[in-house]
């Protein structure tokens, strides 16, 4: 390539602690500020002084005596330097229990979940999952077993050293060398008397990566450093001691020793996982697209969301499809804003509007309507578990009634989660308390609190660090004390239970037996005796809160787009970031700028041209479906489909049995008059092949997993013969008995149909195969009018194009 | 021949027309019936030598100490009513209700220390026999016979697992009880047949269309939603696209082979052949089982009861809406008894007994010591699980519990380690990993659970 290589050594100028103290360098290409190459292998090291500080032909530089030395790398015609300063290199120096020899034990796996770090451990030995209680595992090293898993006069002959190196016999097979610097690490430490965790400890502070983030080729290869900084404010090099994770591994693998290798085009975060911290690394590897720069400046941007939409595309070389037509449009908006097909007319009006604001004023239209407060009442009973399942039925409806005129008041996320968080008194006069009937246990309504309106899961740091993210199980158990003082009650009528805040009672942290100041996770402890849930809602409502607007944008977002910039949409977590960050950043800033208002939040998504872009894919596109690009086409849920098939047929679903109790069994009921669409439905109990087989959620546990849109074969039988669709088919009063009467044509009946289901009419080629094979039927003596009409609606309701939104 | 409006008439050698069902199942033109098929694939000849398995799940738990596991030398408030037999494997002897399956000790063994130390409720017990795990961390493991169907795919035009003859529905703990796919995905749940095989008029629902949709029908109705393509172009890079179109494509596979059909029209069988296996729920979805496995199913899961409340089941804690020991004796006992010896008998008469594992298992056992209603309550610290068939050798017993039934005496075994020797026993490396939940590998088995060696 003709580009000047422009080379610059990560991670710049250091310094060493200590006796031992030493760093893997990199040298790195530039090219606009970006890292675009490693070629750290064809460089040549050189130090100023290398009695202060040696560099290794492989460039890992040691400190050998206080001082100062420059370090060259040198690179065909092209150079590089750092500073390198040596200090406290005559200092004593032991390794560290908590922070060295556990890191290792760590990247060995001997803690993992599968070995030692099992809850029982194995073999008799039982470490803290990836080393959460380095007391409790030092005390298991030293103590347990005879003391026989340390030798501090033969360290080679400590158990701790024989199994792993396979001395001994081993379950867990060989996890240690020999002589290699792990081995060592541990030797060293053993003979230095195997000192165990103090409260003196340095603690660890941040970690730091290298490069942040890359822009790279297939076929690429780069390695990845780390870097911990400790409290005393000393750095120290952890590569060989991190975990590495890639969240796509076809795009960008990594190994166990950092080495990333570039597979194909996309982008991927590498995560790096060292004591209880989390990094990420981003590589991103642009599609040999060739593309015009024209092609961005000149595809439509109505708002900050196709700004940062584009960029993203830009840099990863994508195309954007062009802006779908009219009918996809409307059909869109209406099933993704309401859940309902637009009629016939109204999507005739839409064509005919000339003005050029139409797709605007239609989406200001649809935000006004019932049926848009019945999707959103029912999309967020789901996240809220509402059903008679744990609850009384007048407690069901309470809590329905509730999120249902939170949503028609246009209430802000705020205030909602407010009035939800801190509610208290009878749950049948305020539905909002049975979040805490629902949630009874204190693990259970913590962890659904931070689902809920978090976005992210804590659950498993209940019993230890969480593996994926910062939080500990200390911060657990703080946030845990925030609901400790909420009692439950019956009450005095049927199915009523009032809802209380004390003011005493704390949780015990179940490993230390004591209870943790009431903080939530990484924020400040409540000091006041005043309800602690309020000064949680207080935390998570706050403009700066890193959780709160972004879960509600990326469902938002979600809901309109068929994938979260996090996916799932409620997995918020460092290891798992965004596929566009700057975009969550954006819309959860513009969400809190707009007060939490949730419709300008839709109105904001819904006008952006990246959600009025084709479905169909361009040749450069095809292989995207996490940058927006195009429009994904994803199947309805089940209750839309349902509800579909009522309006196309002019029959509507009839709800008249309830699941009872958790003994089983069902119960009549007539609380839903024939009309109620599925939609409408405040409960998941009510009885319904078709809902259960096109996977309606349970409402059983606060997870968007339990929402299933696969197809099976199940469904598949279900449409082809089962009663759902056929009875509606069929029915005496349906829209075909209409067409029956008025004596509707094969052509009419086809072109009534496509713009019912399909909001379009019949291409030339679909026409014709149609009108053949219904001309067809019309000649077979066995076949009635109305069987044909039924096939040809059937046809239409259970194809692609009607089951998915494009 | 075989005609898909097939509630009227089964048989069927009219002329005709080219649109019917018949050419979806191809393999009857070439002369050969569906037994002989399969008959040839057992042999080899096609190359597919995969095991089998039929799942017997006792719904409810019994009591070990009645049925496999007697203790004749207890006292009486332990022993209970009933007195040990001897089998036709020396040294081998089970409770004296289960006079058939004295004479076919042969064709299984006995696994009497299974045990768990999760909480003792009968969904807890469901997912660990299930699936070898008990759920936590929300993540639900899929059932053994989904991750056959995961590693193996369907042979053939018939789903890979299939689950007779409903789900289990609440037990009491309102769990999950591990018999779906789980993580996996839906579309390798098994398929539930959801209906009474012994009904007189039994039918899959759904499998075959109503009686108003002919033939003709169906077909015409095919063609019609293929000829709704305008839109095309939108669905190219869709998986989810491609998962509905497969999904029909599949129930269409379903409902218009012959070897599917087939597989499910019990009537087939001769009226002995039916009486052999009881016309209870039970024993004619042992029989189902066996149709099933013979045409290509690769996994079958029989539950021998949906619930456990006012239903006379294994779960035997004396007072209603349980069931006492008497009542189980009289009933229970006598249908599995049958059920399960002329499955075992049938299998091994067609050869499909050597590529085929039959296991029963209930979730636990039941407490030694009756309690003041008759009974016996829950109790997972021991308990007695059976398995033959395929590679698994019959006539062995394996580990022994204390002098009352209490604990394992000797050899326990986990349940992790008897989902380990169903996957080894079907030729599944245990070792193996499946995509978790954010794609967390999580292998068939932890590290270090081993098969049941002794059975091999």
Known sequence: MARPAELKIAPGDIVLTGPKASQRLLVLDYASQKVVGDVTQKAKFSSSVPSTVEVDPSGVVRAKSDGEAIITATVGKDQATMRVKAEKTGADFDWNFRNHVVPVLTKLGCNSGACHGALAGKGGFKLSLRGYAPGDDHFVLTRQANGRRINPLEPARSLMLMKPSLALAHGGGLKLEVNSPEYKLIADWIVSGAPGPSKGDTTIQKLEVFPPEAVLRPKDQLQVIVRAWYSDGHAEDVTRWARFASTEDLVAGIDDSGAVTVGGSGEAAISVAFANLVATARIAVPYANPMDEKVYSASPRHNFIDNLVLKKLEALRIPPSPQCGDREFIRRAYLDAAGILPTPEEVEAFLNDARADKRARLIDSLLKRPEYVDYWAYKWSDLLLISSRKLSAPAMRAFYSFVRQSVADDKRWNQFARDILTATGSNLANGASNYFVLHKEITDLTESTAITFMGTSITCARCHNHPLEKWTQDQYWGMANLFSQVAIKNGERPGEITVQSLSAGDVLHPRRGVPVPPAPLDGKAATDSADRRAFFVNWLTAPENAFFAKAAANRVWRNFLGRGLVEAEDDLRQTNPPSNEELLDALARDFVAHGYDVKHLTRTIMNSAAYQRSSISLAGNKADDRFYSRYLVRRLPAEVVLDAYSSVTKVPTSFTKVNVGTSGGEAGTGDYPLGTRALQLPDTQLISQFLDAFGRPERGQTCSCERQSESSVTQALHLNNGQTLNDKLRDKKSRIEEWLKEKVNDEEALRRIFALALCRAPTTDEQSRFLGIMAEAARDPQTTRREVLEDLFWAVLTGREFLFNR | ?456
């Not at chain 2, 995969?50 to 409810?60: K, P, S, T």
């Not at chain 2, 002995?272 to 209870?280: L, S, V």
Request: hydrophobic share 35%.
């Open chain 2, 1 to 456: 021949m075989l005609r898909l409006d097939a509630n009227r008439s089964v048989r069927f050698c009219d002329g005709l027309t080219r649109r019917d069902f018949l050419h979806a199942g191809a393999i009857s033109t070439l002369g050969l019936t569906l037994p002989g098929f399969f008959a040839e694939k057992a042999a080899g000849q096609t190359g597919d030598r995969d095991v089998n398995c039929i799942m017997l799940f006792l719904v409810g738990g019994p009591s070990h100490i009645d049925t496999w596991d007697p203790k004749p030398d207890a006292p009486a408030e332990v022993r209970g009513p009933f007195r040990p037999l001897a089998t036709n494997v020396p040294g081998m002897q089970i409770s004296n209700i289960f006079p058939r399956m004295a004479r076919h000790a042969d064709k299984y063994s006995l696994i009497r220390t299974v045990y768990h130390t999760a909480t003792a409720v009968h969904d807890t017990g469901h997912q660990m026999m299930q699936t070898g795990r008990l759920f936590t961390g929300g993540i639900e493991h899929p059932h053994v016979g989904c991750v056959l169907g995961y590693v193996r795919g369907q042979r053939g035009e018939v789903p890979a697992h299939v689950l007779l003859p409903r789900p289990i529905g609440r037990t009491g703990g309102n769990l999950p009880h591990g018999h779906t796919a789980g993580y996996l995905g839906r579309q390798h749940d098994p398929f539930i047949l959801n209906a009474d095989p012994a009904v007189p008029n039994f039918q899959v629902p759904d499998l075959l269309p109503p009686s108003y949709i002919s033939s003709v029908r169906a077909d015409r109705r095919q063609r019609l939603r293929d000829a709704v393509d305008g839109a095309m172009a939108s669905f190219e890079n869709s998986q989810q696209a491609r998962q509905l179109d497969g999904s029909f494509h599949l129930a269409y596979r379903l409902m218009s082979s012959p070897q599917a059909r087939e597989a499910f029209a019990l009537d087939r069988d001769p009226a002995r052949t039916r009486d052999r296996y009881g016309r209870t729920r039970f024993g004619q979805s042992c029989l189902l089982a066996r149709r099933l496995i013979e045409r290509g199913v690769r996994f079958v899961t029989v539950n021998m009861f949906e619930t456990v409340f006012d239903e006379v089941t294994w779960d035997i804690h004396g007072s209603r809406p349980f069931t006492d020991i008497a009542q189980m004796s009289r009933e229970v006992v006598p249908n599995f008894d049958q059920a399960f010896t002329a499955l075992i008998e049938d299998l091994s008469d067609r050869g499909l007994l050597q590529n085929t594992i039959v296991t029963a298992m209930g979730e636990f056992g039941r407490t030694p010591k009756i309690n003041p209603a008759g009974g016996r309550d829950h109790h997972p610290g021991a308990w007695t699980i059976l398995m033959g068939g395929g590679p698994i050798r019959g006539g062995r017993v394996v580990g022994e519990t204390d002098e009352l039934g209490y604990r394992p005496k000797s050899r326990p075994v986990t349940t992790a380690e008897v989902a380990a020797t169903l996957f080894h026993g079907l030729g599944l490396d245990t070792h193996r990993e499946l995509p978790g939940p954010q794609n967390r590998p999580i292998p068939l088995v932890d590290f270090g659970v081993q098969p049941i060696r002794e059975l091999f």
